[in-house]
C-alpha cells in the first residue's frame, strides 16, 4: 500500500533517521507532516524538501512526553478516520493536506548512564517518548486508516531489542512486540505495520545522548540512508519486521536461537569492555 500514499507524518523528523525518511518519502512525491520538538529545525527541514522536491510539507511541533503534544498528532493522524470529530475528510486540522496514511513512529531518546545511574525523572521520560510516543500515535492512525481501507505504520525500534541493555533496550523490544502484534490484527485490512530495526547508524543520536561510539569498528555502521531505503522497501512488501543490513540480519538471528543466559554473559562482557 505505501506506493499510493499521498501523506505521511513522521516524528522525530528535524534529525538523523527522521529526516531521512522524511527526504526519501519527498523524493517519491509524498507530502510530509513533520512532527517534532523544534519547530526551527523542523521548518528548516520542510523548506528544503519543498524546494528539492515541490511537494507540500508541514510542521507540527509538539512534545510526545506531554498529554498536549500526543493529542495534537493524535487529532492529525485521525483526520479522514471515524475519530475526526467534525474534521472533513480533505484533511483535517487546517493544514490543506490529505488524510495520512503513513505514520513514521521515530521519535527518540537515549541516556548515556546506567539504569541506577541515571535521575529517575529522565529514564521515565525515555520510556515513556519510546512507548506511550508509538502506542498513541500508533491507535490514531490505525483506527483512521483501517476505516479508509489503506495505510501503513512504520514504527522505528532497534537491534537492541534482541539485548538486555536497560531501559532503553526494553522499550525497544517493547516497540518490537508491539508492532508484530499490529501487523497480525490489521492482515486483510489493507493496513500494515512494520517495525524496522537498525543497528548502529550514523546520525547525531550517540552523540546527543552523550555515549561514546568511537571503538566501534567501521562495518558496524550503517548508513542512514541505506536504513531508511531497507525499511520502505520491507514496508511497501508488507513485511512486518525490518533489519537494514546484512550483518544485522544474521546477528539477529543467532541472537533468536542462543539461550538468554548467554546473551545476557555476552552483553555484559560487553560493558565491561566498555
Not at 135 to 164: E, F, Q, Y
Not at 178 to 193: D, N, R
Amino acid at each position: 500500500m505505501l506506493g499510493r500514499m499521498t501523506t505521511a507524518l513522521i516524528t522525530g523528523a528535524s534529525s538523523g533517521l527522521g529526516e531521512e525518511f522524511a527526504a526519501q518519502l519527498a523524493a517519491s512525491g509524498h507530502d510530509l507532516v513533520l512532527v517534532a520538538r523544534d519547530e526551527v529545525a523542523l521548518d528548516r527541514v520542510a523548506g528544503r524538501l519543498r524546494a528539492a522536491h515541490g511537494i507540500r510539507a508541514r510542521v507540527l511541533p509538539a512534545d510526545l512526553t506531554t498529554d498536549a503534544g500526543l493529542a495534537a498528532v493524535s487529532r492529525r493522524l485521525a483526520a479522514g478516520g471515524p475519530d475526526a470529530a467534525g474534521q472533513d475528510e480533505a484533511g483535517g486540522d487546517d493544514d490543506g493536506l490529505g488524510p495520512v496514511d503513513l505514520l513514521v513512529a521515530n521519535a527518540g531518546l537515549g541516556l548515556a548512564t546506567s539504569f541506577t545511574g541515571s535521575p529517575l525523572d529522565e529514564e521515565v521520560a525515555m520510556l515513556s517518548l519510546l512507548t506511550t510516543g508509538v502506542l498513541v500515535p500508533a491507535h490514531a492512525a490505525a483506527r483512521s486508516m483501517r476505516s479508509r481501507g489503506r495505510g501503513a505504520i512504520i514504527t522505528v525500534a532497534s537491534v537492541a531489542a534482541w539485548v538486555p541493555g536497560g531501559t532503553y533496550s526494553a522499550a525497544k523490544a517493547w516497540a518490537l512486540t508491539f508492532t508484530e502484534s499490529l501487523a497480525a490484527e490489521l492482515a486483510g485490512t489493507g493496513v500494515t505495520a512494520t517495525a524496522v530495526c537498525p543497528g548502529f547508524t550514523r546520525t547525531r543520536f550517540h552523540e546527543r545522548a552523550g555515549l561514546d561510539a568511537s571503538a566501534l569498528p567501521r562495518f558496524a555502521w550503517l548508513d542512514a540512508s541505506e536504513v531508511v531505503r531497507q525499511g520502505l522497501a520491507d514496508a511497501r512488501a508488507g513485511r512486518a519486521v525490518s533489519v537494514p543490513g546484512l550483518g544485522y540480519r544474521v546477528l539477529t538471528c543467532v541472537l533468536d536461537v542462543l539461550p538468554r543466559g548467554a546473551v545476557r554473559a555476552l552483553t555484559g562482557t560487553r560493558r565491561a569492555g566498555r
